[in-house]
């Protein structure tokens, strides 16, 4: 079963603009740990923003935001005032902690393009 | 801050030839992982290891064999190479995980193989 679900497989934002992201997840457990990564052209893979599954207030890291509703399993990932360096493929990963090796569950990505 | 060091980034194989992609990490990190990313699938766990002499399967282990004789080094190694196992490869690593904190996964540069 896919743990990981993004949907948007292409996004385009204005600049300045903001947008959001869509994750959803599938866990039985209690005890969880949300990521988002950015992965630009040229390939290299950028940790953005963390969201624990006990954690009560939403992430925040600079321009990013994790929209977190548990009881929706919903890990959204808000961009405010696009630039143009946001153009890139984003993930959004799942740590589940009562698995064996507790490895990351990786979605399919979201292509975001920053139109000027 | 050397961080996780993947070697080589290009490669061209022939079907049936045997290659070992090389990872390590100079950050005392327990947990090493190998990815596999193909366009439309995200990244898909190969094998993982959670300390040297520890080595387990991810979601996609067939034609790949992993060691970890060092915390340091995680080499994967390619029996019998198939077009099939054309892709980019990463190789993470983070730390032990701890429930509730941020055990970041960091990434390596990532190998573009192709098998002809």
């Known amino acids: 079963a896919q743990k990981i679900t993004q949907t948007q497989p292409g996004m385009f934002v204005q600049e300045k603009e903001a947008v959001t992201l869509d994750c959803t997840y599938d866990?039985?457990?209690?005890?969880?740990?949300l990521f988002w990564y950015k992965q630009p052209s040229s390939g290299e893979m950028i940790f953005l923003i963390y969201?624990?599954?006990?954690?009560?207030q939403n992430a925040t890291e600079g321009r990013y935001s994790l929209n977190f509703q548990k009881a929706r399993k919903s890990a959204n990932l808000v961009i405010s005032a696009s630039q143009l360096g946001d153009s890139a493929m984003y993930f959004c990963?799942?740590?589940?902690?009562?698995?064996?090796?507790?490895?990351?569950?990786f979605g399919t990505g979201t292509s975001l393009t920053v139109i000027p | 801050n050397a961080g996780v060091t993947q070697t080589p980034k290009f490669q061209v194989l022939k079907t049936g030839q045997s290659m070992t992609l090389q990872c390590a990490q100079d950050?005392?990190?327990?947990?090493m992982s190998w990815y596999r990313q193909d366009p439309g699938m995200g990244l898909r766990l190969i094998h993982y290891?959670?300390?040297?002499?520890?080595?387990d399967q991810g979601e996609v282990p067939n034609g790949y064999n992993v060691s970890r004789s060092t915390t340091e080094d995680f080499p994967l190694r390619l029996l019998s190479a198939a077009p099939s196992q054309t892709s980019v490869y990463f190789c993470?690593?983070?730390?032990?995980?701890?429930?509730?904190?941020?055990?970041?996964?960091?990434f390596g540069q990532g190998t573009r193989l192709t098998v002809v």
């Open positions: 993470a690593s983070r730390q032990t995980q701890l429930q509730g904190t941020n055990t970041e996964a960091f």
């Open positions: 866990t039985s457990d209690q005890s969880y740990g």
């Open positions: 969201q624990g599954s006990y954690d009560e």
């Open positions: 990963a799942m740590r589940d902690d009562l698995i064996t090796g507790n490895q990351f569950y």
């Open positions: 950050m005392n990190h327990e947990y």
């Open positions: 290891s959670v300390g040297a002499g520890i080595t």
